[in-house]
């Protein structure tokens, strides 16, 4: 059963296909990076699994159960483009009227708590911010706040889109310690978009590219690293012989044809040896060199081609707040 799940989600506006048959699957767990150039259609099926719009067409499921449309789930806690601030109030009372609203308890050990869990509630030395007004917070303090409102209630699953934008270094690296600290001490899944690949690969454990609104691929940080492994590129005069002479001689060596007849060879090659190999049997080496694919190159390739979203599509929400699902 997955955390998170859709099958066949599409999203339409004016016409326009949005997000097309999106096969998104997040494992209990997980640090998922959800990867796409901007307009790809992160932010709208961030949307769609929260419930702050309805989808097209496709299901969205949350640990193992549909979700109606625009129908929020009590288990996910989201963070989507700017956090739902009161600018006027601290951030005690911020989140003491979200806790109020969802009827807890004990709303104010709660804000309490998560204040504590963000760093809110001593930031600086001697000093609290508890009770200081939300609009004189720093980027990275209003991000800290915002993710203090997605965890008010004890969600399981965190949805966060683009929490890093606009962060110095400093403020970003303490975001996703604090992620990946969820996570780990919590077992909270974490599902986060971001254009910032870097800063992914610090935390993720999963992956999903998303291109013109469909899912060009999805993969674990191991088989990004696979992935993106140095290898050998060989050309040469016969590439169909040499490709069975090599597998023959070094079975250790995975080999695979690329396009123009260039074959990859991964694994501990020894150029030397494979050298010598192949012009003892006659055949003509014209290149045998050492790539290594970074992995910004690697998700560049597999986002490059899609649709662009639809300009208008981030404004489409309505402003009243009366249509935005509680969190």
Known sequence: MYAIETAGLAKSFRGHRVIRDLNLHVSRGDIYGFVGKNGSGKSTTMKLICGLMPATAGEVRVMGQPLAPCEPSPLVGSLIEQPGIYPNLSAFDNLMVKGLALGLVNPRRSAAELLGTVGLSAHAPGASRAREKAKRFSMGMKQRLGLALALIGNPDI?????????????????????????????????????????????ICTRYGIIAGGHMARELTSDELDAACASYLELTCSEPARALALVTERFPALSLSV???????????????ALGELLMSEGIAVTDL????????GF????????????????????????HFPRR
């Open 158 to 202: 965190l949805l966060l889109d683009e929490p890093l934008n606009g962060l110095d270094p400093e403020g970003a690296r303490a975001l996703r310690e604090l992620i990946v600290r969820l996570n780990r001490e919590r077992g909270v899944t974490v599902l986060v978009s971001s254009h910032i690949l870097d800063q992914l690969e610090r």
């Open 289 to 296: 060199h050492r790539a290594e694919r970074d992995a910004e």
């Open 299 to 322: 998700f560049v390739d597999l986002m490059g081609g899609g649709e662009e979203e639809h300009p208008t599509t981030g404004a489409e929400l309505p402003s009243d707040p009366r």
């Open 258 to 272: 690329l396009p123009n007849d260039t074959i990859r060879i991964d694994g501990p090659a020894d150029q030397a």
